[in-house]
């Protein structure tokens, strides 16, 4: 019904000792991009930032263990240990759908927090109940960005159906 589907997961992996960029540069085939270095991986499938102070930053994967072996293999084809390798989650991106249409210009009127995007047709819903921000489109699909968990976004989702359809906005 409005269950989340989680479709990407921010992990962040700060090796125990000092990983230098030029060496991801040089040795592995990373791209410098601003303040990071880029590495795609074809197993796990993955795309690896390393930031200048020398965290892992994983993209790509939902699930923390095929993260964990993403930044184990740059590690390992550094000829560094990951041993001492420490994580921390950062947001996710999740998608849902309410299975019904929504009427999107009169939601702003009786809820502030949210706006119409005419750029995309849809809602903005910036949601501090559950902490993440949300889109939803006229086909009742939905995206939530900077989720902290899947279960945050299909509570937010069942919450947004029930206040709609409070509403008449659903059909």
Known sequence: MTEARVE???????????LEQNRVVEELGGKRNGRYVLLSLVAPRSTILVDQDGRII???????????????????????????MTFEMG??????DLQSTVSIERVPDLFPEASVDSDFDCLRI????????????RNGRGIATNARHEKLVSMAARRW???LSDENLLS
């Open 161 to 163: 159906k029930q206040r």
């Open 91 to 96: 947001p996710a991106v999740a998608s849902f």
């Open 126 to 137: 910036n949601d501090k109940k559950h902490e993440l921000n949300i889109l939803l489109f």
């Open 8 to 18: 990407n997961q921010l992990f962040r992996f700060i090796p125990s000792t000092n």
């Open 58 to 84: 994983v993209h790509g994967c939902k699930k923390h263990d095929i993260a964990h072996l993403a930044a184990k293999e740059v590690m390992l084809r550094l000829g560094e240990s990951e041993a001492g």
